[in-house]
């Protein structure tokens, strides 16, 4: 898959090709980054004579090229090269020449990180080895391919060989030139309760920058984005894909030139950033991914739905299907007893719910927001027989049983906060800022990761729990440690004590299924997903404003990784009113469950409840690890349609959402995508429980068809009106906001 010739290196994945090469001034020169090519012995058919253009140039007699306008494999060299670099160093008296030559290759199975969360199973890695004498640096540019994906895992390393201090003022993980500047930028911009919006505009000239500051990956900006060309569709089109292995602050720079080219680069935020780096200190980068696909968005997140599932989660949940859990958190919010806990567990098991998760509110004194984090024992008054006790009682109705924690927060009013006030973020000369009343721990501070990693890994083991939702609802204030020479490493060494943490808490109980959670959606991204399996999606259960962030979301990650669940019939965040089928034909895609007191349900619709959980559990497998494509979109279109295909393409799921209802509004035909054209197929809706919830009758089945495969994917099935049985024929399209399931299942010969 990676093939170097003639100082070509080309890395082939199954469809796609990246090609660069050696100059002979030592130099890389990026050349191609497309659909699938044969190798060649040459590729001067496609390669750039850089020799036009201004500026200096760079080179003698023989080869000479002007940098500004070369398209370059990770440029360093700001002597001739006046665009944004990947990597900047000062070194005595703020000099920052360094000019970075080629060394060697090697080419290797797989490699890990050692202090990142990384990658797996990746097929073959090449290191292309870079070096400054003078300046005693080595710079590593790695590249790793996979047999099964077209995402392709970059990251980049230095050496401090020399024997003086060099400070790192930024080390993008991954930078090229696109040879083409033409592109419209999506990306992934929200707030709590919105999250994942999907923003698109063309690139602009000049440098944009896509990132976060907060500390944490963010609601505000998701690291996956896309450059595609104008006349992409879900289907057709080509598309580049971006994204990192990094919960902490991220930047994508997109510098598109008057050469016409786009240099994309990908790495840590270098706000507030910088690094010393000893002599024989070694610095890494996190994984930085990148994707083509030639088939449209469909395809790109296709491609990383594979990688995410196949080579980032490894938690043995990767390939199955999640219990059904129930939430008590906007069922009860801090007001529980372990009767009414019991009470909401036993109604659980009567419907078939398979978990029951206990959220906030469990531990220390906390009745509120205002206190307690970091003291993580039970609050008996609440629960007498601890959580050890509700665990067994939990798992002898026969549920599993999973617990809420913030492991990395501490409230001022604690006793961990009494006995270690030393141990949350502050700065030595001014107050902490407060978020939710709470601080952020140091974990910076070894003793604080391993105190916490400790505490969290023995309750979780003593109460037998099942699962765990690791919440974090505030960003961090201040970058500050008084131990640190340079306080701009800060933030990334609270990364690595981070990822430390996380990484110990999930070996030390590799059974547990671990949903991670930032105030709702704030840290879905691919480094905590090599730990944790899936992230709670957002805040907001609320059915239309799902269907946007899902589908910002499933752009990058798989259903299987999304947290969602069925609230109340009346929004918390929204207060808008849906019913509880509406509800769930937007959440039962994900990682799957409800949030309410279902004590408080009446009869009728806890029957409903119990029908969704019967039909989800037929249903599970192909909605959580089924291929997912989008149809249409809740953002351009009136409705949002997507369908789930089994991989053996014998059964489908199609998913239909409306908007708001308008009469003689265009007629809704469904065409699913990638069923087989040969098979024949049935197809069924779902029961319409809703109509009977309109009080319009009792519960109706929609029609049924039998389609050839080829027919249903060109000529597609008019929906028909709905008929509501009672009061004589009265004709309805989809309610406002109303949605539909399709089960499509191959018919046996
Ligand atoms: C965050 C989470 C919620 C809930 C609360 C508890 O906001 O996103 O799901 O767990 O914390 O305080």
């Not at 026969?398 to 006995?419: Q, V």
């Not at 400790?454 to 008084?482: F, H, P, Q, T």
């Not at 959580?624 to 059964?651: C, M, P």
Request: one cysteine or more.
């Amino acid at each position: 898959m990676i093939k170097v010739e003639n100082g070509y290196f080309k890395i082939d994945t199954p469809n796609t090709t990246y090609l660069f090469k050696v100059n002979p001034l030592g130099i890389l020169e990026h050349i191609y980054y497309g659909k699938k090519i044969p190798s060649s012995k040459d590729y001067s058919f496609i390669e750039e004579q850089a020799k036009y253009g201004g500026g200096t140039l760079t080179g003698d007699n023989e080869y000479a090229i002007y940098e500004d306008c070369a398209s370059l494999e990770a440029s360093s060299s700001k002597r001739g090269d006046s665009r944004e670099t990947f990597l900047n160093l000062s070194f005595d008296s703020n000099d920052r020449e360094f000019v970075l030559k080629y060394k060697a290759y090697r080419i290797s199975n797989g490699v890990n990180l050692d202090t990142l969360p990384s990658s797996h199973d990746k097929a073959q890695t090449l290191s292309v080895i870079l070096e400054d004498e003078n300046r005693g640096i080595e710079v590593t540019l790695n590249y790793s391919v996979f047999e099964d994906t077209d995402v392709i895992v970059r990251n980049s390393s230095i050496k401090n060989v020399g024997k003086s201090l060099i400070k790192i003022e930024r080390i993008m993980s991954s930078s090229f030139d696109m040879i083409d500047g033409d592109f419209t930028l999506v990306t992934l911009n929200g707030a709590w309760a919105k999250e994942r919006q999907i923003n698109e505009a063309p690139l602009a000239m000049g440098i944009t920058k896509v990132s976060s500051n907060y500390g944490f990956s963010s609601a505000q900006t998701n690291p996956f984005t896309i450059l595609k060309k104008k006349e992409t569709t879900f289907v057709g089109g080509e598309a580049y894909g971006f994204n990192l292995l990094y919960s902490g602050n991220h930047m994508t720079t997109y510098e598109r030139t008057m050469y016409h080219k786009v240099r994309v680069m990908a790495g840590i935020n270098d706000y507030s950033f910088s690094w010393t780096l000893n002599p024989n200190a070694v610095f890494e980068a996190p994984e930085a991914t990148l994707c083509y696909s030639y088939q449209g968005i469909n395809k790109l997140s296709h491609e990383y739905h594979q990688f995410v599932r196949n080579h980032i989660i490894r938690s043995e949940f990767k390939d199955k299907e999640k219990p059904i859990l129930i939430n008590n958190w906007e069922g009860t919010y801090f007001n529980f007893t372990e009767e009414s806990l019991l009470g909401i567990a036993k109604k659980a098991k009567e419907v078939g719910i398979e978990m029951l998760v206990l959220d906030d509110g469990w531990f220390g004194k906390r009745n509120s927001d205002s206190t307690s984090l970091g003291d993580w024992y039970p609050n008996l008054e609440k629960l007498p027989e601890g959580i050890k006790g509700l665990s067994e009682k939990v798992h002898s109705l026969g549920l599993k049983f999973g617990l809420w924690f913030e492991p990395e927060m501490i409230s001022p009013d604690s006793d961990l906060y009494r006995s270690h006030p030393e141990w949350a973020i502050k700065h030595k000369s001014y107050v902490p800022l407060l978020s939710r009343n709470q601080l952020v721990l140091d974990l910076t501070n070894e003793e604080v990761v391993k105190y916490i990693g400790d505490v969290v890994s023995s309750l979780i083991k003593d109460a037998k729990l099942d699962y765990v939702k690791w919440d974090c609802n505030r960003n961090i204030g201040d970058y500050y440690n008084e131990n640190l020479d340079n306080q701009e490493e800060f933030l990334h060494r609270y990364m690595l004590g981070f990822y430390k943490l996380v990484k110990h808490v999930t070996e030390e109980c590799p059974n547990v299924l671990f949903e991670s959670c930032s105030a709702g959606g704030n840290r879905a991204d691919l480094g905590l997903l090599c730990y944790m399996p899936q992230f709670w999606c957002s805040d907001n259960s609320d059915q239309v404003s799902r269907m946007m962030i899902q589908e910002g979301t499933l752009l990058c990650y798989p259903q299987c990784c999304i947290g969602a669940h069925v609230s109340s019939s009346l929004s918390h965040q929204t207060l808008r009113t849906a019913t509880y089928d509406n509800k769930f034909n937007v959440a039962c895609i994900g990682a799957f469950g409800y949030e309410l007191d279902l004590t408080k349900l009446n009869e009728r619709e806890l029957q409903a409840i119990k029908d969704q959980i019967t039909w989800f559990k037929k249903h599970r497998k192909l909605l959580q690890l089924g291929d997912f494509y989008q149809i249409k979109s809740f953002y351009t279109d009136n409705t949002q349609e997507f369908v789930i295909v089994s991989s053996d393409k014998s059964e489908a799921m199609y998913f239909v959402g409306n908007k708001v209802f308008m009469p003689y509004a265009c007629p809704t035909i469904i065409k699913p995508i990638e069923l087989n054209n040969e098979y024949v197929y049935e197809v069924s809706s779902r029961a319409q429980y809703q109509n009977a919830l309109l009080g319009k009758g009792e519960m109706c089945e929609s029609s049924e068809w039998t389609i050839l495969g080829e027919t249903f994917m060109n000529a597609g099935i008019r929906l028909p009106y709905e008929w509501l049985s009672g009061n004589g024929p009265e004709k309805r399209i989809m309610e406002d906001f109303g949605s539909r399931l399709y089960y499509i299942e191959k018919k046996e010969a």
